[in-house]
């Protein structure tokens, strides 16, 4: 009883941290609730914030920016700055570490905001990450309405799986083990990667994303690209219901090089998010070929099957405190040393709508190893 008494004390003298207004919420004068429910998920008007490059249309505080009497120089009166921290309490059975103080287990300062009507910027930098500094993660332009047509592209350094969902919202520590998984000695899979997008809408609700990226992620200290190869990624995607309904189509093929060995991978697959006024749903499925991950003398393509499902439900709706998921990660691939399987609850409760107390079990199905955790999710 002693324990758990000292460690529910330990989770709850962080909120003594938690003080926090939000850069976006400053500028509008809005609650956080406005675009996340609960944070850092974003809901439908917070996607369509992010879309239209950090800003609504024709309700820009008229104060928000300086008037240099220049007409092709915005400048913002403040720098919106923000910043966010976790740390959690950690217990996993089976592991050397039992109970674990996982704090700060991310600390990162985020920036984002606009140069025109129509260019945009974004980037965050990971002070740190499970106890180690990082560095860059998402840092990009994103331009709009290119050339007065319904195009837009964003340049930089960006989750390749953006379109379909960011992992940055989700609302579990279990990683979506389906954009991070690699096969072999392979550095491709569909997590960051430095490149460019281009998507174009219509308004019969169809998007079309197209990406050309380096294909081999972000962990290049010496250089962006370590080979000639450059991969091509694509997503068709269709809204329905005024967007409650979206699924969609994505595909990647991608070439790598390891001294003088070539690996090429391939990854195609559907997607399906369905919004109702208290759940949420996600199912994605994708298969990955490789002809070589190991870059060994023989070929021989193998096929890895990975499947994400995600269950959000807000019992008081999105004005609510109480927020539960259920995640269900799988990997299982012809090389069963990568094969992934676990099952996630998820119960979180707004402290603040910038304070989330967050409590989660992930069973592992392939394994024992099993992890129980509480902690605290701010915005400030």
Same mark, same amino acid.
């Given at each position: ?10 989770? %709850?003298?962080?909120?003594? %941290?938690?003080? *926090?207004?939000? *850069? ?8 956080? #609730? ?19 490059? &950090? ?36 217990? #996993? ?27 945009? &910027? &974004?980037?965050?930098?990971?002070m740190t990450e499970e106890g180690k500094i990082a560095g860059l993660e998402d840092t990009y332009l994103a331009f709009r309405n290119v050339f007065g047509t319904p195009i837009s592209v964003v340049f930089g350094q960006y989750r390749v799986s ?18 991070? %998984? ?57 809204? %329905? ?52 991950? &190991?870059?060994?003398?023989? !070929? ?24 539960f998921t259920a995640a269900y990660n799988r990997v299982n691939s012809a090389w069963n040393e990568f094969d992934y399987q676990t099952l996630t609850l998820n119960a979180s409760y707004l402290l603040r709508r910038n304070v989330k107390w967050m409590? !989660?079990?992930?069973?592992?199905? #392939? ?14």
């Amino acid at each position: 009883m002693k324990k758990i008494f000292i460690l529910f004390l330990a989770v %709850f003298m962080m909120v003594r %941290f938690a003080a *926090a207004i939000p *850069a976006f919420a400053r500028k509008y004068g809005y609650s956080c #609730e406005v675009c996340h429910a609960p944070i850092p998920h974003l809901k439908a008007f917070g996607e369509e914030f992010m879309d239209n490059g &950090y800003r609504i249309p024709d309700k820009e505080p008229p104060r928000a920016t300086i008037d240099t009497g220049d007409p092709i120089l915005l400048l913002q009166r403040e720098l919106p700055l923000a910043f966010r921290f976790d740390g959690f309490l950690a217990h #996993e059975p089976n592991s050397d570490v039992k109970p674990d103080v996982k704090s700060p287990f991310v600390m990162k300062i985020l920036s984002g905001g606009n140069l025109s009507n129509s260019i945009s &910027y &974004y980037a965050y930098f990971l002070m740190t990450e499970e106890g180690k500094i990082a560095g860059l993660e998402d840092t990009y332009l994103a331009f709009r309405n290119v050339f007065g047509t319904p195009i837009s592209v964003v340049f930089g350094q960006y989750r390749v799986s953006d379109p379909v969902k960011p992992s940055e919202i989700r609302l579990t520590f279990e990683e979506y083990k389906i954009y991070k %998984f690699a096969i072999g000695q392979s550095q491709i899979n569909l997590s960051y990667d430095r490149g460019i997008l281009v998507s174009y809408g219509t308004k019969f609700g169809t998007d079309i994303v197209l990406q050309v990226v380096n294909g081999n992620g972000i962990d290049t200290p010496d250089i962006f690209d370590k080979d000639k190869y450059k991969s091509f990624v694509w997503r068709v995607g269709q809204s %329905f219901s005024k967007k409650k309904v979206k699924i969609g189509l994505l595909g990647y093929h991608g070439k790598e090089e390891k001294g003088g060995v070539t690996n090429t991978v391939n990854y195609f697959g559907p997607d399906i998010r369905i919004r109702l006024p208290k759940v949420e749903l996600m199912f994605q499925v994708v298969r990955r070929s490789d002809t070589n991950p &190991y870059f060994s003398g023989t !070929e021989e393509k193998q096929n890895s099957d990975a499947l994400l499902g995600e269950v959000i439900f807000s019992p008081w709706g999105e004005k609510g405190r109480w927020f539960f998921t259920a995640a269900y990660n799988r990997v299982n691939s012809a090389w069963n040393e990568f094969d992934y399987q676990t099952l996630t609850l998820n119960a979180s409760y707004l402290l603040r709508r910038n304070v989330k107390w967050m409590n !989660e079990y992930t069973h592992d199905l #392939e394994g024992n190893h099993h992890r129980w955790l509480t902690g605290f999710i701010v915005g400030i």
